[in-house]
């Protein structure tokens, strides 16, 4: 079992700010992919970033260029950089672990991130 913990949401104005990280509570090793998800009201959960363990990242076509997730090497967490807000990034942002190899799949709680002036 794994559990992950998000911090670093809150409210922006447009343009502004913030980084999300997710810690996960044991050393995390093996093939996996490890991912910031958002869902807003009335929406579906939708991916925004991943990364998989040999480093490679994904984006979501709506965060390219202004969002960057990151892994530091040995370390058990995962943060996610995101500038240049725009009120359609509201959402609650959920930080996702998923072993390939064996299916295992955890989710963090969630973080409100709030864009709005």
């Known amino acids: 079992q794994v559990q992950l913990v998000e911090s670093g949401g809150g409210k922006v104005q447009p343009g502004e700010s913030l980084k999300l990280s997710c810690a996960a509570s044991?050393?995390?090793?093996?093939?996996?992919?490890m991912g910031w998800y958002r869902q807003a009201p009335g929406k579906q959960r939708e991916v925004v970033a991943q990364?998989?363990?040999?480093?490679?990242?994904n984006y979501a076509d709506s965060v390219k260029g202004r969002f960057t997730i990151s892994k530091e090497s040995g370390k058990n967490m995962v943060d996610l950089e995101m500038n240049s807000l725009k009120p359609e990034d509201t959402a609650v942002y959920y930080c996702?672990?998923?072993?390939?190899?064996?299916?295992?799949?955890?989710w963090g709680q969630g973080t409100q991130v709030t864009v709005s002036s």
């Open positions: 996702n672990l998923d072993f390939v190899t064996d299916g295992a799949d955890y």
């Open positions: 044991r050393n995390i090793f093996g093939i996996y992919i």
């Open positions: 990364i998989v363990n040999d480093g490679s990242t």
